[in-house]
């Protein structure tokens, strides 16, 4: 009988908790956040290790084909971090956070990379997207560019999977 009350008592518990207390939302904003000057605190990053992680990121746009130009976040119950495939990297610890969890979100290389120096071809240099933030690190969401025929293509379309829904953030490595 103690266990039936006590079971009973968690349940209910659990149940009330869930109504209560709702899961935390995922979405981070996708302004431009840096560190140190508005929310967070300054990271510290070489800004030359800033501008590699970009260029990286460009690399392997170009190096790669087909959907392997893409960094994709599949749904899941959480809105993950992950770190993004960029080796020596310095001071940079480069992040991905999807902030859709109910989303398939894939970004072009070349768009995460844009939204740390604005393009190869950026007439600001960057000051606008994460270099912008210099030492200091920052996050922001990262912009498609839609008119790129790779988010046209048969494959992108029938794979569900949005341009949108990702941060990336900038932060400082742990030592090695």
């Given at each position: 009988m103690l266990f039936q009350t006590i079971s009973g008592f968690a349940v209910f518990s659990l149940a009330s908790a869930s109504a209560i207390f709702p899961r935390?939302?995922?979405g981070e904003g996708a302004q431009k956040?840096?560190?140190?000057?508005?929310?967070?605190?300054?990271?510290d990053?070489?800004?030359?290790d800033v501008q590699y992680?970009?260029?990286?990121?460009?690399?392997?746009?170009?190096?790669?084909?087909?959907?392997d130009k893409f960094w994709t976040m599949p749904k899941a119950i959480d809105c993950a971090e992950w770190s993004l495939p960029v080796?020596?990297?310095?001071t940079v610890l480069a992040l991905a956070k999807h902030i859709n969890n109910r989303e398939l979100s894939s970004i072009l290389y070349e768009d995460l990379a844009a939204a740390i120096?604005?393009?190869?071809?950026?007439?600001?240099?960057?000051?606008?997207?994460?270099?912008?933030c210099g030492k200091n690190g920052g996050q922001m969401g990262v912009t498609a560019n839609t008119s790129n025929p790779l988010y046209n293509t048969a494959d992108y379309k029938s794979s569900g999977a949005?341009?949108?829904g990702i941060i990336i953030k900038l932060v400082k490595a742990p030592p090695s």
């Open positions: 935390a939302a995922c956040l840096c560190y140190g000057v508005n929310g967070g605190q300054s990271q990053l070489d800004p030359e992680v970009a260029d990286y990121l460009r690399y392997l746009n170009d190096q790669n084909s087909g959907k080796p020596n990297a310095g120096d604005g393009g190869k071809h950026a007439s600001d240099k960057g000051k606008n997207e994460l270099l912008g949005k341009p949108n």
